[in-house]
């Protein structure tokens, strides 16, 4: 697997809703799954939120700062499995978001088997009890998955301090 490469590379948002605001990680994860959305949007790549069934656990959390993405709406734990649910044409996936071990893992998962390269920024991914978050990071890292961080993968997307973006971004971690 080689860097991301921006202009195939779209974002996944997964489930970061209010019902896991009482868990140790979320405001962390919130935190880390906005920075990732706002650069997103500055590079221009594909954008996916999902909210995992929004009546009973509610919308996605408002510090993580959608715009214009509209959630997709999902009962499968996999974000892949979603009606609505779409890369944009992209074959590489940035995943983000709740739960490590079982929405991130399974849409993780299924990407992979698409034939997706996929990169989770471990610190912008969070579960309620730390032996499944990294449980399931090391099965996602032997299945394939790039396990990395958020300042890793937003450098990885710039590619050089030269690129017009680089300070907008830069200004995202600093």
Request: some cysteine; hydrophobic content about 50%.
């Amino acid at each position: 697997m080689s860097v991301l490469d921006r202009s195939q590379s779209a974002l996944v948002v997964v489930d970061v809703q209010e019902a896991f605001r009482g868990y140790e990680t979320f405001a962390a994860v919130a935190r880390r799954c906005s920075i990732l959305l706002a650069a997103a949007r500055l590079l221009n790549l594909q954008r996916v939120v999902t909210e995992q069934y929004p009546k009973g656990l509610g919308h996605t959390a408002a510090e993580v700062g959608i715009e214009d993405e509209v959630p997709v709406e999902k009962v499968a734990f996999s974000a892949a499995r979603a009606e609505g649910f779409d890369l944009g044409g992209a074959s590489e996936a940035i995943v983000c978001g709740i739960e490590t071990h079982v929405c991130v893992s399974q849409t993780v998962l299924d990407l992979l088997g698409d034939g997706v390269a996929v990169y989770v920024p471990a610190d912008a991914v969070g579960a309620r009890h730390v032996i499944d978050h990294d449980r399931a990071l090391a099965r996602l890292e032997r299945a394939g998955a790039v396990v990395t961080t958020v300042e890793a993968t937003l450098f990885e997307l710039l590619g050089s301090a030269a690129v017009p973006e680089f300070k907008a971004l830069q200004g995202l971690i600093i």
